[in-house]
C-alpha cells in the first residue's frame, strides 16, 4: 500500500485490544509486545496509528496511565489516533461514568495523542466537532442506543 500510494497520502494502520464478544482479548499483553507489533508497522510505511480500545480514559497497561493511543506513539514515534466512548455521558454494560471530553482535550493538548476519533456520539449529534470545539458541550444530546438505528 505504501509502494502504491502517493507520498503525501498516509498510511493509518488501525489495531484493536478488544473484540466485542471478548471484551479482554489482547494482541499484545506487554508494551514491549506491542513495540514488537507497531515497530514492523511503522517499518512497512506506516504514517500513522489508530489504537482502537473501548475507553479511553483506560491505561493500556499496568504502570502508567498512557491509554492505547499514547503506548502507540511512545513506542514508534509515530501520530496517533484514539478512540473509545469519546462523548458518551453514560457507561455501558457496567455503572459508572465515562471520563470528560475536556479531560479528553487536556491528554489530546499534553501530546499523549495526536487525533480522536468518534464513534456513537456523531450517530444523534451530527454537528458534535463543530460543538465541542467551540465548548458547546452543554448543546450535544446524549448519545441513545436507538440512535444506532439510522443504518438500516
Ligand atoms: C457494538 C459495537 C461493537 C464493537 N466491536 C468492536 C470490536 O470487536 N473490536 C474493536 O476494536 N472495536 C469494536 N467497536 C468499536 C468501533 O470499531 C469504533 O472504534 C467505535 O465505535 C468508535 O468509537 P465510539 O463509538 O466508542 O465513540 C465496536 C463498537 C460497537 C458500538
Given at each position: 500500500m505504501r509502494a502504491q500510494l502517493p507520498a503525501d497520502r498516509p498510511v493509518i494502520v488501525r489495531f484493536s485490544q478488544f473484540k466485542e464478544r471478548a471484551f479482554d482479548a489482547r494482541v499484545a499483553d506487554t508494551p514491549a509486545e506491542l513495540g514488537e507489533i507497531l515497530t514492523a508497522f511503522a517499518d512497512a510505511g506506516a504514517g500513522v496509528l489508530h489504537a482502537s480500545q473501548r475507553r479511553f480514559w483506560?491505561?493500556?497497561?499496568?504502570?502508567?496511565?498512557?491509554?492505547?493511543?499514547?503506548?502507540?506513539?511512545?513506542?514508534?514515534?509515530?501520530?496517533?489516533?484514539?478512540?473509545?466512548?469519546?462523548?458518551?455521558?453514560?457507561?455501558?454494560?457496567?455503572?459508572?461514568?465515562?471520563?470528560?471530553?475536556?479531560?479528553?482535550?487536556?491528554?489530546?493538548?499534553?501530546?499523549e495523542f495526536d487525533l480522536v476519533a468518534v464513534g456513537r456520539a456523531l450517530l444523534g449529534n451530527p454537528a458534535w466537532a463543530t460543538l465541542a470545539a467551540a465548548g458547546r458541550l452543554a448543546e450535544i444530546a446524549d448519545y441513545r442506543k436507538a440512535d444506532e438505528d439510522v443504518y438500516p
Open positions: 483506560q491505561p493500556a497497561f499496568a504502570g502508567s496511565v498512557l491509554n492505547l493511543a499514547g503506548w502507540a506513539k511512545r513506542l514508534t514515534g509515530l501520530p496517533s489516533i484514539t478512540v473509545g466512548s469519546v462523548g458518551l455521558t453514560r457507561d455501558f454494560l457496567r455503572p459508572g461514568r465515562p471520563e470528560s471530553v475536556s479531560g479528553l482535550a487536556t491528554r489530546l493538548a499534553d501530546g
